[in-house]
C-alpha cells in the first residue's frame, strides 16, 4: 500500500478542521500517515521545547527516544537547518540515533507555524532501505503546511 497524498492532503483536512491545539493536530496527522503506507515503520513528530532541544511527540510504531539535541541525529539536522533530510542509509548518516535497529532509511522534515515558528520536526522511520524520494518531501510539507502552517 503506497500513500495518495492528496488524497490523504484531503481526509487530514477534514479531519482538523477548525483545531488549532498543535498536539492534537500532530496526533491526527501521525495516525492518518502511519495508516496509510507500508513503508511507514516509525511515524511521530518531535517538538521544540527550548532553544536546541526536540521532545518527543505523539507518534505511531514503537518506543521512541524522549530528548534529541538540535546537534543529534537525523532530527536534530532538521531542526538545525530547516531542511528536509532523506536518508536512503541510517547506517551511513553520522550521529544517527538508532532508536530501533529495524530502522533502515528515514525521512525527517521541518514543521513551522503560522509565524514561521519552528514547532518542531515529522521523522518518518522505514524498516526499507532507500523507502524515501523527492516525492515524499512534497507531499509531507504539503500537508504539514496545509495543518501547521494555516493562521
Ligand atoms: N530518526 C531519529 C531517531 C529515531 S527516533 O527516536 C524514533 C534520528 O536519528 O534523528
Do not use: N
Not at 541525529?73 to 538508532?98: L, P, S
Not at 525527517?108 to 523527492?134: I, K, M, T
Amino acid at each position: 500500500m503506497r500513500v495518495d497524498y492528496p488524497t490523504l492532503a484531503k481526509t487530514v483536512a477534514a479531519l482538523t478542521a477548525g483545531e488549532h491545539d498543535p498536539v492534537a493536530l500532530m496526533a491526527t496527522v501521525v495516525c492518518e500517515l502511519h495508516h496509510a503506507d507500508d513503508r511507514f515503520d516509525w511515524t511521530g513528530f518531535y517538538r521544540v521545547v527550548a532553544p536546541g532541544v526536540l521532545k518527543i511527540g505523539p507518534y505511531q510504531g514503537g518506543h521512541g527516544c524522549l530528548t534529541i539535541p538540535f546537534d543529534r541525529g537525523v532530527c536534530g539536522a532538521a531542526a538545525r537547518t530547516g531542511k528536509v533530510q532523506i536518508v536512503a542509509d541510517v547506517e551511513a548518516f553520522a550521529g544517527h540515533i538508532a532508536c530501533s535497529s529495524t530502522t533502515r532509511s528515514e525521512i525527517v522534515l521541518p514543521v513551522w507555524d503560522a509565524d514561521g515558528q519552528l514547532l518542531g520536526v515529522l521523522d518518518v522511520d522505514s524498516d526499507r532501505p532507500e523507502a524515501f524520494e523527492q516525492a515524499d518531501a512534497e507531499g509531507l510539507g504539503a500537508i504539514l503546511r496545509q495543518v501547521f502552517g494555516r493562521a
